[in-house]
């Protein structure tokens, strides 16, 4: 049996008809930057996400750009966020001649600690900005209460997370600004690149409208300078046709991480593997379903030689990244990113999964343990 990390030709063939006929109409209509279907795609995100406006634009990466650069970011200032997270996360503060300052995570969450915060704050400290990693909310309360006391702007990094709920409320929508990637491999993921921004502040959302465009807000009349950041049609038009089936596929993510979490239990690995854990009241939704093993090599070639699917997110945390050298950090110093990146695994979590996908993955890494 071969289980893929990701099947996206599965749910593809599901949508098919609803795909190609939206993508005839972009075809026919030749409109393909921004545009209506920009706009309407624009106006149910930011419904479903609870928020007063969205912003469409050319990918997760450039969303974090333009929230930082909407939040006034400049060179020299700093911004607090975490080491164990995908690059542009930090890349997007550097782009900016900012300066990253990261904080350790915690242990099981894999987010931000909350409790390292305010022993990493400077007087050139502008921005929080938390990762909402794999799928699972940051402890939003007492970042957003450091973030009071000490006049900081709160930017989400919500790329892996659409749907996800914290108190109640959706991330992305709970600072100043949420970022969102619809990579092909999120949960709501297009055919190339895209990303949006989501804000409740009038000010920022104009703000962002004016930077995807280089600054612009009438033709040939720049207020000042931004960068080529707009969504195409065609993402935009694929994407609102996945937008109607999110809810339903985050259902089946969440089914099927509580399915591994009975099978991996059930088969006697809980003692060994360290697992996600799975509140009914906790809005996670499971981009990543991540283990941690201290053979976690051994056992990724394990599972690839069983044809397998396993990814390692992250192997080498940002502050020991060859471009962050000059940052001064070392090994050592954020030790729970970096037990993390020596130990964690992502298996299959997409919504397809069969239960007897699962149960092959399951007997595949106790023959593992049992070798």
Not at 19 to 26: E, G, K, R
Not at 275 to 301: H, M, Y
Not at 322 to 336: A, K, T, V
């Amino acid at each position: 049996m071969r289980v893929p990390l990701l099947d996206l030709k599965l749910q593809y063939q599901k949508i098919k008809p609803e795909i190609l006929q939206v993508i005839h109409q972009v075809c026919e209509d030749q409109a393909f930057i921004l545009g209506p279907q920009v706009e309407a795609f624009e106006r149910e995100v930011a419904k479903y996400l609870g928020a007063l406006d969205a912003i469409g634009v050319t990918s997760g990466t450039d969303a974090l750009l333009l929230a930082l650069m909407a939040a006034g970011v400049k060179p020299g200032d700093e911004v607090l966020t975490s080491p164990y997270t995908f690059f542009a996360t930090a890349g997007s503060v550097s782009r900016l001649g900012a300066v990253p300052v990261f904080v350790d995570i915690d242990p099981v969450t894999y987010n931000l600690d909350p409790s390292k915060l305010e022993a990493a704050l400077t007087p050139k400290v502008r921005v929080v900005l938390p990762v909402h990693l794999y799928g699972r909310a940051a402890d939003m309360e007492p970042i957003l209460a450091l973030a009071r006391d000490e006049e900081l702007t709160v930017i989400e990094d919500a790329a892996q997370a659409i749907g996800a709920i914290w108190h109640g409320k959706k991330v992305g929508t709970i600072g100043a600004a949420g970022a969102f990637s619809f990579f092909p491999s999120k949960n709501l993921g297009g055919f190339g690149d895209g990303g949006m921004v989501v804000t409740n502040d009038a000010g920022i959302a104009g703000a962002i409208r004016r930077l995807r465009v280089h600054g612009s807000e009438r033709k040939y009349e720049h207020v000042e300078i931004g960068i080529n950041g707009r969504l195409d049609a065609l993402q935009a038009a694929v994407l609102r046709v996945k937008l109607a089936h999110l809810d339903e596929w985050t259902q089946a993510r969440r089914r099927n991480a509580q399915r591994y979490i009975t099978m991996l239990t059930q088969a006697g690995l809980r003692e060994i593997l360290a697992l996600p854990t799975l509140d009914p009241a906790d809005g996670q939704v499971f981009n990543q379903f991540v283990i941690r093993s201290k053979r976690r090599d051994e056992l990724k070639a394990f599972l690839a030689s069983r044809e397998i699917g396993a990814e390692i997110y992250y192997p080498i945390p940002l502050h020991l990244q060859p471009c962050y050298r000059h940052l001064g950090y070392g090994e050592g110093d954020f030790p729970e990113a970096e037990r993390a990146a020596r130990e964690t695994l992502a298996l299959p979590i997409y919504p397809e999964l069969t239960e007897t996908q699962q149960a092959f993955v399951v007997e595949t890494i106790a023959q593992f343990y049992q070798s």
